[in-house]
């Protein structure tokens, strides 16, 4: 499975950015895709995941400026991003979670896209 990220890029504060996501490869069935984000030296945390039922969550700090959405049938996840502060100066990361066959859940990641604010 390959995780494809793109539109990252440096935005001045109170900008916006729309982070796009599309997975191919083997994948039976997704439960879950999100976006996550990591400073260099530091975990990577979540900012925002929704699952192929339309559960959504968001990380605190987002909630009201970014919006997540999917394509279930493309295997797409989107990051809409918005009121961007330079705390929101990042590493983003896509990740999926699913299911390869039957039997077998799995975890994977995308390469990484980075989110440059300026104050």
């Known amino acids: 499975v390959q995780l494809v990220e793109s539109g990252g890029g440096s935005v001045q504060a109170g900008g916006s950015l729309r982070l796009s996501c599309a997975a191919s490869?083997?994948?039976?069935?997704?439960?879950?895709m999100g976006w996550y984000r990591q400073a260099p030296g530091d975990q990577r945390d979540l900012v925002a995941e929704?699952?192929?039922?339309?559960?959504?969550k968001y990380e605190d700090s987002v909630k009201g400026r970014f919006t997540i959405s999917r394509d279930n049938v493309d295997n797409a996840v989107y990051l809409e991003m918005n009121s961007l502060k330079p705390e929101d100066t990042d590493v983003y990361y896509c990740?999926?979670?699913?299911?390869?066959?039957?039997?077998?859940?799995?975890?994977?990641w995308g390469q990484g896209t980075q989110v440059t604010v300026s104050s």
């Open positions: 929704i699952t192929s039922g339309g559960t959504i």
């Open positions: 990740r999926l979670r699913g299911y390869t066959d039957d039997v077998t859940f799995d975890d994977f």
């Open positions: 490869g083997n994948i039976f069935k997704t439960f879950a």
